[in-house]
DNA sequence: TGGGAAGTGATA
DNA sequence: ATGGTATCACTTCCCA
């Protein structure tokens, strides 16, 4: 016997045509090792009419050549006190099972089919309790049937090998683009997280040169580098490969290049070829046996505050993330840096070893494969698809498995024309609720907020597919939702398929946070990815219940979720406003949001101590949540002594958290321009500063002073004397699509078609776009003069010496964000604001004449 | 020219 | 290809 940690898997056909499942894994010491397994059949289930002949609807099926099998299961939705009769149709080629679909469907007396879209090696996984990342019991020998294999609960990981690959390739011209079909790749660099013969980086080059050395290979040509770059892969036989947009640079270009040199790409564990498919606007790339990541594409789609960066370059991002700067080659540079024989080759092949290191880097440094495996673990996904993003695969996945085990069939996912129909009516999913806030300057404000507020919710009204009430007539006791949503029996009935495992997962995260208070270093590493990937399962549920494209879409679902919501944050808004006072102190809600709640403390005596606010926040929290159904829970979230609110979703704060060694303060900024990547960096800047001083210190005159003092500097600003202050003007926005598409004029959008038009390397969809503005023609006709055709490539502007339009920049960059700042202290500090306004008015007329 | 609607991007 | 809604702010467009 073997154990093995599952790393990929797939199907294949043999000599016999027979499908045989391939599992590539991994032993505990880290060997690699491919099983096989013979005896596994795909099928799915069909609903039948009771009406018409069984027997009849039998016959129909044999004769498509399946075998057919009378079974008793529930129907996906609704609670239900019996089963049905259903039949399993088991095909023995899973290619065929589409078709098959189309042809059962036509069969009168079938009305319904189930769980027809399963890849057949998810089914396998599935049906034996395997999946990504998982570990099984398998025999020694190679190929065995689907009995001999055994899936195991262990929760340490093999260590992964890790590689990283960067291509360069020769444009015909200088600057432009490398065309596929024409421009040969010259470079290409490796980064090896486990050593390769004692080595962690390689590059090899297209050409002969002195330069080789032990870390650098010297080819005669493409061909020869690319036919030793497949030898490498193959030899060092990597885990996973990474790169900075490989998926749709590097991947696609290796693929191309290789068939056009009638070289094989065959780096698949099983001999097969790395194969790419362009889908809408993303390219999957797959590599059997192995699993391929793009960084670029992760960070992109990454929700997470500390990923999101005014530019995605790999510079940019190794900067802010691995806190160095990246050697750069101009594009333009490349060619003349290529045929040097001398310092200039060896420049450019340090440059792309280090794109190679610097990619591998922040692999490690994300703690990426370290999430991804937990994630795989916890959900049943394959790494694969755990990478290529998406959590509606997850959570399909573990419905899929919970719904097998309580005899419940799960439907396919809904056709183009269905998943339209759903969007058409999509208004009618209604979210959380927020409460207008009392703008302007507040001190001691409590906040509070909901632990895992959607997920608790499904838990305790047992919101579930399996727990909906669907005939207003039956009589079993249960629980409408207050505004909107559907109707659930209780948990006295029947426990949700769905709470359950909720239930599981919110244990199982507080197990491993306590667990993490004790641990340390890579221990506490593995536990903190665990519990980072139960967070995002947790709250994928709601979300995945109103998504149109979900096999179970539910508004009932959905919409009871997010209707408790608003009814329990109204309640606890209303029940805080009529607390009694707790000592000298009483309170009031001046915000909420969803779940949270800002508590303003009352007090005519005593400044509240933050030691005090903890206290009655933990005392308010405790006396909400005793009135709440299971495990719903309001807890203390942090202090802020002092902040300004200035509308919905647009507030600073000034909080206190408590540390080992005291309290620790800083600005908590949310929605503000300070937080925005559609802002420049002058206008954040400038903003942080004042958010300081006016909050931390309390000294607003020294805010309008340094105000002033950056209006002051934009208003005798001059390019060629002050370079170093261009790039805090740098605005970007994201290139959605395609310029047509657009029904507005937009500053960046412009700018693309002006590059294009000029011949430059435009950005692409989904890229961000830099752009300063620049002054306008004066006595030009005013439609021309817009601003919005009056964005400029940073770079364009240096290199031309364009003016900026520093009027633009002070009055709609700088002044509206901090006038609107300000003039919420008229109150407060009425004299320091009020001139400023004054003075800017006069300042914006004297300009318009 | 003023004011509201609509489009867009970004965030909570 | 593919988790959700609520909200803000800016800009252009369009009508009176």
């Known amino acids: 016997m073997q154990t093995i940690q599952i790393l990929d898997a797939n199907y294949k056909y043999n000599e016999k045509r027979n499908p045989v499942i391939q599992l590539f894994g991994k032993l505990s010491d880290g060997t690699n090792i491919t099983k096989k397994i013979t005896n596994f059949k795909h099928y799915f289930y069909v609903g039948i009419n009771n009406e018409i002949d069984l027997d009849e609807i039998k016959i129909e099926l044999v004769n498509m050549g399946v075998e057919v099998e009378e079974v008793q299961r529930y129907e996906p939705i609704g609670y239900q006190t019996s089963k049905k009769l259903m039949l399993k149709v088991t095909a023995i ?78 444009p015909k011209q200088n600057g432009a683009m490398p065309t596929l079909s024409e421009d040969p790749i010259i470079l290409t660099s490796l980064a090896f997280s486990e050593a390769y013969n004692e080595t962690t980086n390689l590059v090899l080059v297209g050409k002969l040169t002195s330069q080789s050395s032990e870390n650098t290979l010297s080819f005669a040509n493409e061909s020869e580098l690319l036919e030793n770059l497949m030898l490498i892969i193959e030899d060092y036989d990597p885990d996973i490969i990474v790169g900075y947009n490989s998926n749709e640079f590097d991947f696609p270009y290796i693929e191309t290049r290789t068939k056009k040199l009638g070289i094989r790409a065959s780096i698949g564990r099983d001999g097969s070829s790395l194969y790419t498919k362009k889908i809408v606007l993303n390219t999957n790339v797959m590599v059997t046996g192995r699993v391929i990541i793009d960084l670029l594409h992760i960070l992109r789609s990454s929700n997470e505050d500390k990923y999101k ?105 809904p056709d183009s ?256 321009e300070t937080v925005r990547r559609d802002w420049c960096n002058l206008t954040s800047n400038t903003l942080k500063s004042c958010l300081n001083m006016i909050l931390k210190e309390g000294e607003v005159a020294k805010a309008i002073a340094l105000a002033k003092e950056k209006v002051d500097k934009l208003q005798n600003f001059n390019l060629t004397k002050d370079s170093s202050l261009l790039e805090d003007l740098v605005i970007t926005k994201r290139y959605t699509k395609g310029a047509k598409a657009y029904k507005n004029k937009q500053p960046h959008i412009q700018l693309v078609e002006r590059m294009k038009e000029r011949g430059d390397t435009p950005p692409s969809i989904g890229d961000r776009v830099p752009y300063i503005i620049i002054r306008g023609k004066s006595g030009g006709k005013r439609q021309k003069d817009l601003f919005v055709n009056r964005a400029e490539n940073p770079n364009y502007i240096i290199k031309h010496g364009i003016q900026i339009d520093t009027e633009y920049y002070i009055n709609k960059q700088l002044l509206p964000p901090l006038l609107r700042i300000f003039s919420t202290l008229n109150s407060a500090a009425p004299t320091g604001a009020a001139e400023f306004v004054v003075k800017d008015k006069k300042q914006r007329t004297l300009e318009d004449w």
């Open 93 to 170: 080629d899973p290619k065929e099972v589409r078709s098959l679909r189309e042809r059962v469907k036509k069969i009168n007396g079938i009305e319904e089919v189930y769980e027809t879209d399963i890849l057949f090696r998810n089914r396998f996984l599935i049906d034996k309790n395997l999946g990504g990342m998982k570990w099984a019991e398998v025999p020694d020998k190679e190929e065995f049937s689907e009995s001999e294999i055994k899936s195991l609960e262990i929760k340490k990981n093999v260590p992964l090998r890790l590689m990283s690959i960067d291509i360069e390739c020769l």
């Open 309 to 413: 960066f005014k530019s995605y370059t790999l510079k940019n991002v190794a900067k802010k993330l691995l806190k160095l700067k990246k050697l750069d080659v101009d594009t333009k540079e490349m060619r003349g840096l290529w045929e040097n024989e001398g310092d200039g080759l060896k420049n450019f092949i340090e440059y792309s070893r280090r794109d190679a290191i610097i990619t591998l880097d922040l692999l490690l440094e994300m703690k990426l494969v370290e999430r991804y495996t937990e994630m795989a673990k916890a959900s049943g996904s394959l790494l694969q698809d755990i990478a290529n993003g998406g959590q509606s695969g997850m959570i399909e996945n573990l419905l899929l498995r919970r719904f097998r085990e309580h005899d419940r069939v799960v439907p396919p996912k």
């Open 417 to 672: 024309e269905t998943s339209d129909e759903r969007f058409d009516d999509s208004e009618s999913l209604k979210g959380g609720a927020v409460l207008d806030p009392e703008k302007g300057l507040v001190e001691d404000v409590i906040i509070l907020d909901y632990k895992s507020l959607y997920p608790t919710l499904m838990m305790a009204y047992n919101i579930c597919y399996s727990t909906i009430a669907n005939s207003p007539e039956d009589e079993f006791e249960r629980v409408k939702a207050p505004m909107g949503g559907g109707e659930f029996v209780k948990t006295e009935t029947l426990k949700g398929i769905v709470p359950e495992i909720l239930e599981e997962l919110l244990d199982k995260r507080i197990k491993i946070k306590k667990q993490m208070k004790l641990a340390t270093g890579t221990q506490k590493e593995l536990l903190d990815a665990e519990q980072y990937a139960i967070k995002i399962l947790l709250n994928s549920f709601y979300g995945y219940s109103g998504y149109q494209r979900a096999r179970l879409y539910d508004l009932r679902i959905a919409n009871a979720v997010t209707s408790f919501g608003r009814e329990n944050i109204k309640k606890t808004t209303d029940l805080i406003n009529r607390m009694e006072k707790i000592d000298e102190y009483s309170f009031r809600v001046i915000y909420s949001d969803t779940d949270s709640v800002f508590i303003k403390v009352i007090s005519k005596e005593n400044k509240i101590s933050l030691e005090k606010a903890e206290k009655l926040g933990d005392i308010i929290g405790k006396e909400i949540t005793k009135n709440l159904p299971e495990p719903m829970e309001l807890v203390y979230e942090t202090f802020a002594r002092r902040g300004i609110l200035l509308a919905k979703k647009r507030y600073a704060m000034w909080i206190f958290d408590k540390t080992r060694e005291g309290y620790e303060d800083k600005l908590k900024i949310k929605g503000i």
